[in-house]
């Protein structure tokens, strides 16, 4: 009797379950084929797959992963073959290493926090690093990834998408370049958001870094502790020699409308991570250079300068 009881009552505990699942679809979770997923972004950004940076970019997420999963629940992920997601899972953000082909919409890196994916141009990455070393090569290329990537995790973190179609390019030195050296690069709201992303990837880095934290944490914020204050002299150090001469050296540029100067960044993001004075002051100068001093130079210009005193 017993037996036929718990044959019936298992029957209907199965029914029932069955039941919940099939009555709430909204509940009901769908695997997908992470390179479907991939190739639909592709298509919707006018790109094509570039793999050449997959082996540094597998070596950098389990790090990248341990400071994301215990501070933002989420998780970065490549479309390596056979491998799915679950398409109610906020938690996986896709990584998709791309060539644009389309020079009008191409981007550098670009998070799309809705959409839960960031797209990333090795192409552009390396020659960066290339740009930027001082031993000429791509040592440093898996820290910059990490950088990188922190950088766009702080994007989720805020919960604000970059901006993508801009082309990155620096814009052309045409006659207009004098114009542009008496007109002030203002902070717009564009380039603040990316000052606040990068310095919640700094936030991150300092609180992985701490004593305790775990052996895969630690490692990559300590790779960005050390890249930041020396890509931040390089540049600086760099453009100093570029400019020998130039009656403007502290001026920094802005190439895109997105994003301030490289330079200004890294100083910002160089003073987050070791808030020394010389830090402080170096930021105040850069600042003053961009945004009160180009005001001055304006007002000594003859063509508005009209004389102290004069009344009409
Ligand atoms: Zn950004």
């Known amino acids: 009797m017993k037996g036929v009881w718990w044959h019936w009552s298992n029957k209907l505990l199965v029914g029932a379950l069955g039941f919940v699942l099939t009555a709430c679809p909204g509940n009901r979770t769908k695997e997908v084929p992470l390179q479907d997923r991939e190739t639909q972004v592709l298509l919707q950004k006018s790109g094509a797959r570039d793999y050449s940076l997959n082996n540094a970019l597998a070596a950098a997420l389990p790090g990248l992963n341990c400071i994301s999963q215990a501070r933002l629940g989420r998780h970065l992920v490549l479309a390596q073959p056979g491998a799915t997601y679950d398409t109610q899972d ?16 191409s981007a550098g890196v670009f998070s799309n926090v809705k959409e839960r994916y960031v797209l990333l141009n090795p192409d552009y990455i390396r020659s960066w690093v290339l740009k930027n070393s001082l031993s000429g090569t791509n040592t440093a290329l898996p820290d910059v990834l990490n950088l990188v990537l ?78 930041v204050p020396g890509a931040n002299f390089n540049l600086a150090g760099h453009r100093t020699v570029d400019q020998f001469g130039s009656p403007h050296i502290l001026y920094l540029p802005d190439y895109t409308s997105t994003h301030p100067n490289l330079e200004l960044r890294l100083a910002f993001m160089a003073y987050y991570l070791h808030r020394t004075p010389e830090g402080r002051q170096q930021i105040d100068d850069y600042l003053y250079a961009r945004e ?13 300068f009209q004389g102290n005193g004069l009344k009409f």
């Open 90 to 105: 906020t938690s996986v953000v896709l990584v998709i290493p791309y060539r644009p082909t389309d020079p009008k919409a």
């Open 150 to 227: 922190l950088h766009e995790l702080g994007h989720f973190r805020l919960g604000r998408t970059g901006r993508f179609d801009e082309p990155v390019a620096a814009a052309p030195r045409t006659g207009q370049m004098e114009m542009q050296e008496v007109t002030p690069q203002y902070l717009t709201t564009d380039k603040r958001l990316e000052l606040a992303v990068d310095s919640v990837a700094i936030g991150l880095v300092n609180q992985a870094a701490r004593p305790g934290s775990p052996p895969a944490c630690f490692s990559t914020a300590v790779t960005v502790q050390l890249l």
């Open 292 to 304: 009160v001093a180009p005001i001055h130079r304006q007002e000594m210009d003859p063509r508005i």
